[in-house]
């Protein structure tokens, strides 16, 4: 960590509150609260961090909903990692391109591109053609 640091009472209790959060969240609110803590005077982060410590198991409950998405994954599933995706269909929401389809795996979020098909050459079918006969 670069810069000013809270006191020691209040960074023992942003450790505390960040302990009750859930492990992907932790750093995030980690660094959130002692950059919030550094601009005030040492009672004022005191009194900041005890009330960090208060809201701290609404956050987790905030955090833990099952209708919160989450930004980040907190680890790549091994069926992935094989290349064995689980690509489910999804419309697109651009408004230039109303009811676009594209395939997302929803597992690890990696975007399905079908291979490329060849550019059709109508000189190398008739060439192919008339050596066959045709």
């Not at 099952?66 to 064995?84: Q, Y």
């Not at 929401?93 to 997302?104: A, I, L």
Request: hydrophobic fraction near 35%; glycine fraction near 8%.
């Amino acid at each position: 960590m670069i810069g000013p640091r809270p006191v020691l009472p209040a960074a023992a209790l942003i450790a505390l509150s960040v302990s009750a959060l859930p492990a992907i969240a932790r750093d995030r609110y980690r660094e959130e609260f002692r950059t919030e803590l550094c601009e005030l005077t040492p009672m004022q982060q005191v009194g900041q961090a005890a009330g960090l410590v208060v809201g701290s198991m609404a956050l987790r409950r905030a955090l833990t909903a099952r209708d919160v998405p989450l930004t980040e994954r907190a680890a790549t599933s091994w069926k992935c990692r094989i290349g064995r995706h689980a690509y489910v269909g999804r419309r697109d929401d651009n408004p230039e391109m109303p009811g676009r389809t594209y395939q997302v795996c929803d597992r690890c979020g990696k975007y399905f591109e079908p291979p490329e098909e060849p550019e059709f050459d109508i000189d190398k079918f008739h060439r192919r053609a008339n050596y066959l006969g045709g």
